[in-house]
């Protein structure tokens, strides 16, 4: 099997990083969880649509996204969840719902709630329900370039 594109694309830009192995986990909250890592040390990726545009909201594990906030952050009038169904073929080389948060990988604009840059290290589905990648933000925003919003998640707990 040829290695994973993330790991392909980090490999090529001479970064280094963690993998994590854990236990087979569908949801960000058991992924933590089996993972070891807080919640909000994990960052999820959700996938919504912007004016009929596809794009990823990266946020802690710990938090819900706020649709209304997304759309006054980003000057859209139409913002909503992405159906599976409507984005798992942008991700071929994913298991369904673990893409990385690496929207710069598919063509995708990516939205991070800057809650997340509060910690060193972010960490992250890597295309699979049983590993994740973590890496220091600062590289992770050096090579996604996404747009940092503010208040764009609640804490769920």
């Known amino acids: 099997m040829s290695e994973p594109r993330l790991q392909r694309y980090l490999h090529e830009q001479g970064i280094g990083f963690e993998t994590i192995h854990h236990?087979?986990?569908?949801?960000?909250?058991?992924?933590?969880?089996?993972?070891?890592l807080d919640e909000h040390d994990f960052a999820k990726?959700?996938?919504?649509?912007?004016?009929?545009?596809?794009a990823m909201a990266v946020l802690g594990a710990d938090r819900r996204l706020d649709l209304a906030a997304l759309g006054l952050a980003t000057g859209c009038e139409a913002v909503e969840l992405a159906n599976e169904s409507e984005f798992?073929?942008?991700?071929?080389?994913?298991?369904?719902?673990?893409?990385?948060?690496?929207?710069?990988?598919?063509?995708?604009d990516v939205y991070v709630d800057d809650a997340l840059s509060e910690d060193e290290e972010i960490a992250f589905n890597a295309g699979t329900h049983t590993e994740l990648i973590r890496?220091?933000?600062?590289?992770?925003?050096?090579?996604?370039?996404?747009?940092?919003l503010r208040r764009i998640a609640r804490i769920t707990h």
Do not use: W
């Open 88 to 108: 798992a073929a942008l991700f071929p080389d994913c298991e369904a719902g673990a893409m990385p948060p690496f929207g710069n990988l598919y063509g995708l």
């Open 23 to 36: 236990a087979r986990a569908q949801t960000a909250h058991d992924t933590a969880m089996s993972a070891q």
């Open 45 to 54: 990726t959700v996938m919504v649509k912007l004016d009929g545009r596809m």
């Open 135 to 148: 890496i220091p933000f600062a590289l992770f925003e050096q090579l996604v370039h996404p747009r940092r």
